[in-house]
């Protein structure tokens, strides 16, 4: 969907006009992809906004960074009180957020080392992401992830999503919102942008990093939940046509939140409704995220907002 515009980013320590926010053409990061980024998203409670868990996030772009060798002069507290003076600044909730370390104009070639490394963070109203209400339909892609030792799957860099725009542009080209990559082995991977869950017997599956999955925030809240709902959860490599004969499976992200999967490749997953154990899981999610439930794991970053601005979905 179209990004709409707010007042402000931040750019390396500062916060500028949105139209102000730009790059050369020259930059390296346009060349050859050098860039670490998080996904965050900030929800209306009913007391005001909280960011979804912003140190979890902040960390991973300062791990992505350092994979990348990119300098980060900021501590982690200093990224996350960037984020909430932007929101804040910004006054749009609920929001998604994007900061995004680049490596900026310097010198062409494809080594790195001497090109600066610019910081941004930008937020916006961005509503679903994987559109389906009554379940989303998708199918296995003809696009493998990245295989071990050629791309780091653990660090969030933007030129792993060239990978990730194939997969999502071949699944809607042929009818389905999301397409779901194996990994070099044929194993089940993830999404284009999301991490993948099935259910099976009562027991709740997903798969390893080992996988070339992304260590992905949401997935690790959705394992959490699940352990403390009571549900057993098994993390290991799992045969494509598992999705087929599965109860139930859903994504999960920062952007997919909590989708459960309609179909997979024009298979009805169980009756093609949502599970019960992907609704627990769902409920307990929002439920928090939303303010309806206490937020037991303080996940949630307090920010104070003086106007809110509704997400369409």
Request: glycine fraction near 10%; hydrophobic fraction near 40%; charge should be negative.
């Amino acid at each position: 969907m179209p990004i709409q515009s707010t007042q402000n980013i931040w750019h390396n320590g500062n916060l500028i006009p949105w139209d102000k926010a730009q790059i050369h053409v020259m930059s390296h990061v346009v060349h050859y992809g050098s860039s670490v980024f998080e996904g965050i998203r900030c929800y209306n409670q009913p007391s005001g906004a909280g960011v979804f868990r912003l140190p979890e996030h902040m960390a991973r772009l300062a791990d992505s960074a350092k994979i990348y060798r990119m300098p980060l002069p900021y501590t982690l507290d200093q990224l996350c009180s960037a984020v909430v003076d932007l929101v804040e600044a910004n006054g749009v909730t609920p929001c998604y957020i994007r900061p995004i370390a680049l490596r900026g104009y310097g010198e062409i070639g494809v080594n790195p080392l001497t090109s600066p490394v610019d910081l941004y963070v930008a937020n916006f109203p961005w509503g679903k992401y994987v559109h389906g209400n009554e379940g989303a339909d998708v199918c296995v892609s003809s696009w493998s992830r990245l295989a071990p030792n050629t791309m780091p799957s653990l660090a969030k860099a933007g030129a792993n999503y060239m990978n990730s725009q194939l997969i999502r542009m071949e699944a809607e080209i042929n009818g389905y919102v999301e397409g779901i990559a194996l990994d070099v082995n044929g194993y089940l991977s993830e999404g284009s942008g999301e991490n993948l869950f099935l259910v099976r017997g009562g027991v709740l599956y997903t798969t390893p990093l080992a996988n070339s999955v992304l260590n992905g925030i949401t997935r690790s809240s959705i394992i959490t939940l699940a352990k403390q709902l009571g549900i057993e959860v098994v993390e290991q490599s799992l045969p494509r046509e598992l999705l087929y004969i599965a109860d139930e499976a859903f994504f999960t992200g920062t952007a997919a939140e909590v989708t459960h999967l309609r179909s997979v490749d024009r298979i009805l997953i169980g009756d093609g409704s949502m599970g019960p154990i992907t609704k627990a899981l769902h409920d307990e999610f929002f439920g928090i995220v939303n303010g309806l439930k206490p937020d037991r794991y303080n996940w949630l970053t307090p920010v104070k907002v003086k106007v809110a601005e509704p997400v369409g979905a």
